[in-house]
């Protein structure tokens, strides 16, 4: 493929920045670096939605990283994959809303990286990366992204548009696959097919090898470039055919066998093993992964092995649920429970794990506390809520547990004061979350009423009560427990 760089005729202008560009951005290496190593740790816990976030704010100190573009999209792909999303979470986006061209291209990014085979993401992305001059990362990103787009039915319109972004940063190559795509949609357009004519040869000029014919070794280079375009197009490609997953599953062996103490290696060996999901790869992956841990120490590859573990185990839960629903009255019904509560202290024990071996990281408290929460160990559950509560990604879910337990444990006063903070934190109290807070903090208001005899209280959870039952009647017993506190405040007025 061509490079896409920047021009040397643009090098003096400072700090990384082009001439056609250099108002929008300076770049700091040395910042990024600090961003990006940190990014990777986080990766490194499976917090794929953090480390996510961590990329870009690397790439907004250093734009000009083709290491930090690769590794975002490696993390947004784990991110949406997890947790099945095909879009950025407000909490993720919020991070990205300043004004300029650098942060309308990190917003782009994000939102292209949960979905890289969405034409419309794809083609603002690339929009954003022209306007700063990206040009060779607006190649990387249409790499891929197009191969998905070519095979779906894409309009003509959309085609062309994406042929012309393609032009815009210089990649005719891929600018001829889109226009001879939307020819294929209209083979009527004279104009669009005698445009593709000459992108064609403007591609071969700059891309097919030309340039390097005369140099020693340049045509097999251009062989050897084609070999390993088609190695990075199939792992990187969203959907793969079961013998590109069986030769890439090959591949990665060939390597890990070569090359068994490169953690690159074994990390991608693993990787792909647990794509094709067998029984017998997940076994492989487990024992890749445990080797890996016992002779580098390194607990990320526990941690892995973890997953795979708990994985398993879920899967088997699964089965299990589905049978005691189809036959309510069969032992597997009767098993439900304790398989339920098992599985919880499997999860338990990989998180103590986890929280031992990475005692600054607040989100492994807080999923510890909460598989204490599900066990009934308040107590536990509360001093860990109490610790992860200072991280901002967790916060007011944190609270809302917090509250519960302090509820489960009769201390409703505590439990009011914790919803009120976590009410505080959030920006719409109509989502999930919301409702859950205001609906917990009416319940300690109503119970603190009955059992202290106390009207303010008793009309204060009333008027959560109806403002739920206003904008979400169906919510829970919203119903039964306003007319209940109705009824606790005319008892206590005496009427």
Do not use: C
């Amino acid at each position: 493929m061509a490079l896409f760089g920047r021009k040397k005729s643009d090098e003096g202008q400072g700090n990384g920045a082009t001439a056609s560009s250099a108002d929008a951005f300076t770049s700091d290496p040395v910042k990024a670096k600090k961003f990006f190593d940190h990014a990777q740790a986080v990766y490194d816990t499976t917090n794929y939605a953090y480390s996510t976030v961590l990329w870009l704010q690397g790439l907004r100190q250093d734009p000009t990283s083709m290491y930090g573009l690769e590794k975002f999209f490696e993390s947004a792909q784990a991110f949406a994959r997890g947790e099945n999303r095909d879009k950025p979470t407000k909490e993720q986006l919020s991070n990205f809303g300043g004004k300029g061209p650098v942060e309308s291209y990190l917003g782009d990014l994000l939102n292209w990286g949960t979905r890289p085979d969405d034409a419309p993401r794809v083609l603002r992305v690339l929009e954003s990366a022209s306007k700063l001059d990206l040009s060779e990362h607006g190649y990387w990103i249409a790499e891929r992204s197009l191969p998905s787009l070519l095979t779906t039915r894409s309009k003509k319109d959309i085609l062309v548009k994406m042929k012309d972004a393609l032009v815009k940063i210089g990649a005719f190559d891929l600018a001829v696959k889109a226009g001879e795509a939307a020819m294929m949609v209209d083979p009527t357009d004279s104009a669009l097919e005698a445009e593709i004519r000459n992108l064609a040869a403007q591609a071969t000029m700059t891309s097919g090898g030309y340039e390097q014919t005369g140099q020693a070794g340049g045509f097999r280079a251009n062989i050897r470039g084609a070999e390993q375009q088609r190695k990075l197009e199939e792992q990187t490609r969203i959907v793969k055919t079961e013998d590109t997953v069986d030769r890439l599953i090959e591949d990665a062996k060939a390597d890990y066998e070569r090359r068994p103490d490169d953690r690159n290696t074994i990390g991608k060996y693993a990787r792909i093993l647990q794509e094709r999901g067998r029984p017998e790869d997940v076994k492989v992956a487990y024992e890749v992964l445990m080797a890996a841990y016992k002779q580098f120490d390194e607990f990320r590859f526990r941690q892995q092995a973890g997953d795979l573990r708990l994985r398993h185990a879920r899967r088997q839960l699964v089965k299990l649920r589905e049978v005691a629903k189809a036959d309510p009255s069969g032992d597997a019904a009767k098993k439900l429970p304790e398989a339920e509560r098992k599985f919880v202290e499997m999860e338990l024990e990989e998180f103590k794990l986890r929280a031992a071996n990475n005692p600054t990281d607040l989100g492994f408290k807080y999923e510890l506390g909460v598989r204490h929460f599900q066990l009934g160990n308040d107590e536990e559950a509360i001093a860990l809520f109490q610790e992860a509560q200072h991280d901002p990604k967790h916060r007011s879910r944190v609270l809302s547990y917090l509250g519960q337990s302090f509820q489960r444990m009769g201390w409703h006063s505590e439990a009011a004061d914790t919803y009120r903070r976590a009410l505080e934190g959030i920006e719409i109290d109509t989502d999930e979350l919301g409702y859950q807070l205001r609906y917990g903090l009416m319940e300690s208001l109503a119970t603190m009423a009955e059992e202290q005899r106390d009207l303010a209280a008793a009309e204060e959870a009333y008027k959560i009560g109806s403002g739920i039952a206003m904008q979400q009647i169906s919510y829970r017993d919203i119903r039964e427990r306003r007319d209940a506190l109705q009824k606790l405040i005319r008892e206590l007025k005496g009427v």
